[in-house]
């Protein structure tokens, strides 16, 4: 069974700290994707990144950053220099092969405090 | 990425009633998914929604209290029926295409709230 964890519940930053949002998963698949969303106080789900399990090569987006290391089964999400528009619910999830769907962590809460 | 357009955007519903939500893709899609996030929790599946089949159901929920519709691979329906507060939750659209590749992505959800 596939399983996405994110432990931190909620966290709460100033702005322009650093913060870093666990996401720990197990799969027996192969070949499998992970994802990190966005969900706005509006209720839409944004997609933010999608890394695939062949690929272990960190990524960059502006002030976003993502940490895949398949050996600690973890895909971790860094916000820095955080701004107060960064401040939402951000959620983990894993997709396995085929037409699958996401499956979820229970979601990190974000405040980011000015 | 596919634009995902969901209807209502939100609902005051009444007790015993049922509602329709729809999900229109600008694009053909093969996977549309059904997700139900109640107030403060995850996302939780309803159904996987293929075009031309009878939907697939998780463990949880059932077809008479959840019927879902899929005409064509650019439209789905979601009812949800016989509604009680314990419905009260965001709906959420999701679809998978070839274009897309393996992102799903999400609608803006349909806010239902059951008095």
């Known amino acids: 069974a596939q399983k996405v964890t994110q432990a931190q519940t909620e966290i709460s930053v100033v702005e322009k700290e650093d913060v870093t949002l666990d996401c720990v998963y197990e799969t027996r698949d192969t070949t499998y994707y992970l994802f990190w969303y966005k969900q706005p106080p509006s209720g839409e789900l944004v997609f933010l990144i999608r890394?695939?399990?062949?690929?272990?090569q960190n990524e960059i987006s502006g002030r976003y950053s993502w940490n895949f290391q398949k050996s600690t089964s973890s895909f971790n999400f860094t916000i820095t220099a955080s701004q107060v528009v960064d401040s939402a619910v951000y959620f983990c999830a894993l997709r396995g092969a085929g037409n699958t769907p996401l499956v979820f962590g229970k979601g990190t809460r974000l405040s980011v405090i000015a | 990425s596919a634009v995902i357009s969901q209807k209502p955007s939100r609902d005051i519903c009444q007790r015993g009633t049922s509602l329709t939500i729809q999900c229109q893709v600008d694009s053909q899609v093969t996977m549309m998914f059904w997700y139900r996030q109640q107030p403060g929790q995850s996302l939780t599946l309803i159904a996987t929604?293929?075009?031309?089949?009878?939907?697939?159901?998780e463990s949880g929920f059932v077809i008479d209290k959840f019927p879902i519709s899929r005409p064509n691979l650019t439209f789905s329906t979601l009812t949800v029926s016989n509604m009680s507060p314990e419905d009260s939750s965001i709906y959420l659209c999701s679809v998978s295409s070839r274009v897309s590749g393996n992102t799903i992505y999400f609608g803006e959800g349909s806010w239902l709230t059951v008095v």
């Open positions: 890394r695939n399990s062949f690929d272990e």
């Open positions: 929604a293929n075009q031309g089949s009878e939907a697939t159901y």
